[in-house]
């Protein structure tokens, strides 16, 4: 098997890694006015993006298996507990992006008082 597959497969990511980037940087230059949501937008950044590169590279690996004497049902099972996985750290990230948007909002009590 050739590495051709995977450098397509990230390659066609670029451009979610570089939205991703560009959200790590201004994550981080908004650091000192924001501090709690800069650190939840990186955490939820880099989890999206290792997640995506990880599990790309363990579906790459897959069919491997098969050469070391799995059988293709057992990889087939794997796969759907990797997939399992898979949703669940990408759901955990979107969940804390989320929560980055949501936090350090004033209540609406001081949102309506006059500065």
Do not use: C
């Not at 799995?70 to 969940?95: F, M, P």
């Amino acid at each position: 098997m050739n590495e051709s597959y995977f450098y397509y497969a990230l390659s066609t990511r670029w451009p979610v890694m570089l939205v991703s980037l560009f959200g790590l940087v201004f994550a981080i230059v908004r650091w000192k006015r924001h501090p709690k949501v800069s650190l939840l937008a990186i955490v939820g950044l880099l989890l999206f993006q290792l997640q995506s590169i990880a599990f790309n590279a363990i579906y790459y690996i897959l069919p491997r298996l098969a050469t070391r004497g799995w059988s293709w049902g057992s990889i087939d099972n794997l796969s759907i507990v990797l997939d399992v996985a898979h949703d669940i750290l990408y759901a955990t990230s979107i969940a804390i992006l989320a929560a980055a948007v949501f936090s350090s909002r004033p209540k609406r009590d001081e949102a309506r008082r006059p500065v």
